[in-house]
């Protein structure tokens, strides 16, 4: 019986057992890539998305602790828009019935607001204050925003003895307030009264659509999108518009310019006549 070489006949499994190595050593990349979860959703087709974390109770919660109770938070609406009140909400949740899924009113939908509003008014106190347009033509928007949020903390149920609200400006209260520069999406009680005072808003608009046809305050609620925009410059401002924006005066100077007051150029030269018949004595005491 002939004998194979052994360089010969190893020549073969060591080219299968090169291959079985190699196998091993790819494995654990594979493997690697069967760990790693496909991206679902969004993610699936964006890289790069940030997930945003809701507005919690924790501020709230901490002030508890700490024994300080009622805690309130208050946001405005309307701040924006050509036409409109700005509607100002303050807010106490009870800590045992928090609806679920409040947030920012400007991530929800307004399907979603609406069913918050009705959860929100049946479990927390609530309070709702209202800046009229004539208010803000006299005031200035952001006085009469404080104004009305001021007004709201005031007409709850229960005086509070903290407050949450939104911004940067604190509320001349009798109780500790506390600015949070975008705290309708990291304080609870803020979203929550963000909530109530954009639904409640939206509801006045859409009233006002039906005083004031062909503006489509329904629609927009009083912003200046170019639908807006447009039936401003062709109907003119009504008595819900805030006379001192821009568009609104353009519309009022072009629709009713005896409304429009002149203003005083305070760099015109105005000559001085002196008669000719009066004379200076030089020589006379001075």
Known sequence: MRTIPAMIRDKKPAK???KKGAAKKAAPAKAGKAAAPKPTGAAAGKKGIIAIAPPSFRRERALIKRGVWP???CDEAGRGPLAGPV??????LDPDRIPRGIDDSKRLTAEERERLFDKICATAQVSVAVASPSRIDRDNILRASLWALKRAVVALPEQ???VFVDGRDRLDTECDCEAVIGGDGLVLSIAAASIIAKVTRD???CALAQD???Y???QHKGYGVPEHLEALNRL???IHHRRFFAPVAAARAKHMPWTVEPVQDLFAVTEVQVEASVEIDASAGL
């Open 216 to 218: 489509g305050f329904e």
């Open 160 to 162: 509070p003895r903290h």
């Open 212 to 214: 004031c046809p062909g």
């Open 87 to 92: 509607v100002a909400a303050a807010v106490i």
């Open 16 to 18: 299968v057992a090169a």
């Open 236 to 238: 003119g401002p009504t």
């Open 71 to 73: 805690v309130a938070g």
């Open 203 to 205: 509801r006045l608009m």
